[in-house]
């Protein structure tokens, strides 16, 4: 009876770790997750700000030749 409560308790304490260590995994996942659509948001802002400035360069040079 002792050796099936034991096996038990320790059975109860792999699982309780497995998940501990599955969701600091998911939490890490999750955290890389917004920190790449943080990336991707500054970068796609920097080349849109990119694209208006020298497309704005572009006309000013046209009406200077025009």
């Not at 099936?4 to 260590?21: A, D, E, R």
């Not at 999750?30 to 920190?35: D, Q």
């Not at 970068?43 to 030749?65: E, Q």
Request: include cysteine; charge should be positive.
């Amino acid at each position: 009876m002792i050796l099936i409560f034991h096996l038990f308790n320790h059975i109860s304490i792999s699982l309780s770790s497995f998940c501990i260590k599955f969701d600091a995994l998911f939490r890490q996942v999750s955290e890389a997750k917004i920190a790449v659509s943080s990336a991707y948001d500054t970068m796609a802002l920097f080349w849109s700000t990119m694209f208006v400035s020298k497309t704005k360069l572009v006309i000013r040079n046209y009406v200077k030749i025009v």
